[in-house]
């Protein structure tokens, strides 16, 4: 029979992590669409994603103009995201 610990690791490793909100893996995944050599070709699609994301976005925006806006309010959720996960008390944490 294996031993406590050992189901606990499994467990842990096994534990699926908490999704992203929709808005910003929708911007995360055009960012790294572009990392990896893509155009947004969807200008629309690109507007609708950073005003998800509380930018205020003109339509006569430059769709590159957009990706850099989106890429910093993409870096800026997902800093927040790692600071309320830290601010976060562990559980069974040693004393």
Not at 10 to 22: T, Y
Not at 35 to 43: Q, S
Not at 68 to 88: C, P, T
């Amino acid at each position: 029979m294996p031993a406590p610990r050992l189901l606990r690791t499994l467990k842990a490793w096994l534990r699926r992590k908490p999704k992203l909100p929709r808005e910003l893996q929708a911007g995360k995944e055009v960012v790294d669409a572009v990392d990896a050599g893509g155009l947004p070709l969807d200008a629309t699609r690109i507007n609708r994603i950073a005003r998800e994301l509380g930018l205020e976005v003109s339509p006569q925006a430059p769709v590159e103009a957009t990706v850099i806006r989106l890429r910093a309010a993409v870096e800026r959720g997902l800093q927040n995201l790692a600071m309320q996960d830290a601010a976060k008390p562990k559980k069974g944490g040693r004393k």
